[in-house]
């Protein structure tokens, strides 16, 4: 799977759990990160649209392993990814709104 259907997948997955992804850019500087955040109580993911795939997948990939993913269908490859990914970075938030 190439890093942009990988990045489709997961922001199908954000949708499903109700969750905004934004694309936003960035201000350039040394420190560019975007992640989960909560906007006038929505939840949402702010991805830096000028940064490389892989570094946007990446951002998606670590807001989506802080929730609950047993309600929605996660395509298997994308689920393993995640998955994998949570162990690390610790327990699942219950809820996404």
């Known amino acids: 799977m190439s890093p942009v259907e990988l990045r489709g997948h997961l922001e199908t997955v954000a949708r499903r ?5 934004r694309f936003e850019p960035f201000q350039p500087g040394v ?3 975007g ?3 909560k ?6 993911i702010v991805v830096d649209a ?3 795939v892989v570094e946007q997948v990446a951002t ?13 269908y996660v395509p298997p490859l994308v689920r393993a990814r ?8 610790g327990p699942a938030l219950r809820k996404a709104r």
């Open 60 to 72: 998606l990939e670590s807001a989506l392993r802080r929730l609950d993913l047993e309600a929605v």
């Open 39 to 44: 906007v006038h109580g929505e939840t949402r």
């Open 82 to 89: 995640l998955e994998g990914g949570r162990r690390a970075s």
């Open 17 to 21: 759990l109700g969750v905004r992804v």
């Open 35 to 37: 992640g989960l955040c």
């Open 50 to 52: 000028e940064a490389p």
């Open 31 to 33: 420190f560019r990160r």
